[in-house]
């Protein structure tokens, strides 16, 4: 059983920073994509960024590109999102996921992709 655990989220002022970390177990965290998603309240959930099994690709949604960086650590099993420049509109749930084949040439922003899911950290911006 894979488990996905996120933390880092919190409240931070418009123009701040933040670090979320998710780290895995379960499985070999090294062979598959993560990628992170959010949920704000009363939207739907969408993509933010996802990264290959090597860490050699990436992608983002295109409204945090800059300001948004993933990364991980295959040694420690942990897929990191640094958040900068924070805005009130990036207040969300945020989740970590785990990509459902295993070294998948094209990082993907799919959710149906993604078969194992954190709990989510809260990250809320204020104005």
């Known amino acids: 059983q894979v488990q996905l655990v996120e933390s880092g989220g919190g409240l931070v002022q418009a123009g701040g920073s933040l670090r979320l970390s998710c780290a895995a177990s379960?499985?070999?965290?090294?062979?598959?994509?993560m990628g992170w998603f959010r949920q704000a309240p009363g939207k739907e959930r969408e993509f933010v960024a996802a990264i290959n099994w090597s860490g050699g690709r990436t992608y983002y949604l295109d409204t945090v590109k800059g300001r948004f960086t993933i990364s991980r650590d295959n040694a420690k099993n942990t897929v990191y999102l640094q958040i900068n420049s924070l805005k009130p509109e990036d207040t969300a749930v945020y989740y970590c996921a785990a990509d459902r084949q295993a070294f998948r040439v094209r990082v993907t922003t799919a959710s149906s992709e993604y078969d194992y899911w954190g709990q989510g950290t809260q990250v809320t911006v204020s104005s």
């Open positions: 379960g499985r070999t965290f090294s062979s598959y994509a």
